[in-house]
């Protein structure tokens, strides 16, 4: 591993009015409690964010790059798998080529005779003959493979003994967690440091319905935070390069500075090895983007007023969270 430099220019995520059209505004409500919010995956509309399970988008040259660069330099606690996950990364490669084949074929192609496939990926000039299921004729093991081709992060877990582990990873964008601590943890254990929900049950409610996915019925949720400066990656390990931004956010910085940072989270069984795939599909708005929508940003407005406390606090947020609903005050329609 280099030593990881100290300045990082930041990324063009500027959204276009098409991805601010489609960005996937997390609340249908005006107040957020965490819950077992699950749908089925991949639904939406023709063009919209969930129009099929593993979204492509403007940001892909982008973030493929940030993520070959942030592996370059820290390599060793962004991509780790246990040698039990060996069936499972198979069962992602194969997932995650074919659906990326039917759903864009202007972009990817994969043709397969037998165990013989020919991939080719012309957003990234990729072309590859190989033999599913024999590791040596890839550049690297395919979570890794296919995950430096794919947009999000990607986790794998194995499920044994009544539980869920957390067994392997790709995750080059962490919104504030650690894959190196948490691998190898159990699905209650990972889930430790979330406030109020092991109260409210919501954890021993999703690994039962984890536990039961069936193959070919994946399904999607949302989960949500916020970041200041278009900053993908997070990880704790990292803190002293992005947590001090915070400092840097008042009311003439806000609309600049802070993201709303929404994750669309996939569950889906793996056939051959009874897996599960959590894939973490990561986008961001400027909160000056996010304002050219007056709905959103009442909503969003109303549901930073009322939030819990230890929910801000777990996100990073309390230290902002005055300014952003000051800013916000304009799009509230009933004072
Ligand atoms: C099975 C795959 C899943 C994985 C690998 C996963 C992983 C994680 C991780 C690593 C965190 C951060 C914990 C920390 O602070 O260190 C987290 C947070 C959380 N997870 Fe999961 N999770 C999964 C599924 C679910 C499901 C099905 C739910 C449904 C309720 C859920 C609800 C939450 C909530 C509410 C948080 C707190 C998020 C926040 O407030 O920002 N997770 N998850």
């Given amino acids: ?12 995520l500027k959204n276009s009015q098409k991805a601010i059209s489609r960005f996937p505004f997390p609340f249908s409500g005006e107040s957020y409690m965490y819950s077992v919010n699950v749908v089925p995956a991949g639904q939406g509309a023709p063009g919209t964010f969930d129009e099929h399970l ?3 988008d403007e940001h892909y040259l982008t973030e493929m790059a940030e993520r070959e660069r942030i592996l370059a330099e820290d ?14 990364q198979w069962d992602f490669l194969e997932m995650g080529l074919t659906h990326l084949a039917k759903d864009y074929p202007e972009h990817f192609t994969l043709e397969r005779s037998g165990n013989n496939w020919s991939w080719t990926n012309k957003l990234l000039g990729i072309e590859k003959d190989f033999i599913f299921g024999d590791a040596a004729t890839l550049p690297s093991e395919p979570l890794e493979w296919v ?6 992060d990607f986790c794998l877990l194995d499920q044994r003994e ?17 894959l190196p601590f948490d691998l190898g943890m159990s699905f209650e254990h990972w889930h430790g440091p979330v406030p109020i929900a092991h109260d409210l049950g919501v954890f021993k409610r999703a690994k039962k319905f ?15 935070t916020m970041t200041v400066n278009p900053r993908l990656d997070t990880a704790p390990e990292i803190y002293h390069l ?13 609309a600049e500075l802070v993201h709303l940072r929404v994750e669309v989270q996939v569950l889906a069984r793996l056939p051959r090895s009874h897996g599960v795939l959590f894939s973490i599909r990561t986008y961001m708005i400027r909160m000056d983007e996010l304002v050219e929508n007056p709905e959103w940003a009442k909503r969003l407005r109303r549901v930073l007023v009322s939030l819990a406390d230890e929910i801000a606090d777990y996100k990073g ?19």
């Fill in 54 to 56: 593993f979204d492509i």
């Fill in 147 to 152: 995950g430096r081709q794919m947009q999000g």
């Fill in 75 to 88: 390599y060793g606690r962004r991509y780790l798998t246990l040698p039990n996950m060996m069936d499972a």
């Fill in 210 to 224: 984890l536990m039961n996915l069936e193959v070919d019925q994946p399904w999607q949720r949302f989960n949500w």
């Fill in 162 to 178: 009544d539980d869920l582990y957390l067994d392997a990873g790709l995750v080059t964008f962490p919104a504030d967690w650690s």
């Fill in 317 to 335: 947020i309390s230290r902002y969270r005055s300014a952003l609903i000051e800013w916000l005050t304009p799009y509230e329609t009933d004072k």
């Fill in 242 to 254: 992005w947590g001090p931004d915070k400092t840097l956010v008042n009311i003439e910085t806000v």
């Fill in 1 to 12: 591993m280099t030593a990881i430099t100290e300045s990082r220019p930041l990324l063009a």
